[in-house]
């Protein structure tokens, strides 16, 4: 049994005048939103043996509030290839991951990780995919489980998803509209 979770990076500030995407900020609510996911995870125990991330900006912001909600380091693999990755390509580099890992961690980017969360569970499965269908917003978590012994088994359809939590279902304010 393989598990897997995809974390999409917290909110980031479209005010602060960057010369690259890359290197865009997270803003106030994505931080106060990365730091009570972190809680979260914290409170589900969640633990991970490997995570691997994207290093742009945000999602390096989006990691240091996760690990300050979780209460401790989480030995963090940064990996370019992550960065505004397909489901495709996320799906390549999940199959080449360790198989001495169990429970992976892997924080990056949209449309890439609602398609792959889409691509990895069947249609029809129930409120989860559909709440995943609807949007994943910044700082949401999707956590999967694939019945294969090795990551290179992970394959189109064949994950269960056992988790989507978004940053409003922890707090309102952090929902659309809100500061």
């Known amino acids: 049994m393989k598990t897997l979770t995809l974390l999409r990076h917290a ?5 602060d005048p960057v010369a690259r995407d ?3 900020p997270l803003n106030g609510k994505g931080k106060r939103a990365a730091a009570m996911v972190g809680r979260h995870l914290r409170d589900l125990r969640l633990s991970f043996d490997h995570v691997v991330a994207s290093p742009a900006v945000r999602v ?4 240091d509030e996760i690990e300050r909600g979780y209460g401790r ?3 963090i693999g940064w990996d370019r290839r992550l960065y505004l990755a397909s489901a495709e390509t996320l799906l390549d580099l999940i199959q080449a991951l360790p198989d001495t890992a169990a429970d992976v961690l892997l924080v ?3 449309p890439g990780l609602e398609d792959l969360v889409l691509m990895l569970v069947p249609g029809g499965t129930g409120d989860l995919r559909s709440a995943v269908e609807l949007k994943y917003p910044t700082a949401s978590v999707a956590r999967m489980t694939f019945a294969v012994d090795d990551w290179s088994g992970v394959t189109t359809g064949g994950g269960a998803l056992a988790l989507f939590v978004r940053p409003r279902d ?4 952090l929902g659309p509209d809100q500061d």
């Open 108 to 110: 990056g980017h949209n």
């Open 22 to 24: 890359f290197d865009r």
């Open 60 to 63: 390096m912001e989006t990691l």
């Open 73 to 75: 380091a989480l030995g």
């Open 170 to 173: 922890l707090d309102r304010t």
């Open 11 to 15: 909110k980031s500030g479209w005010d």
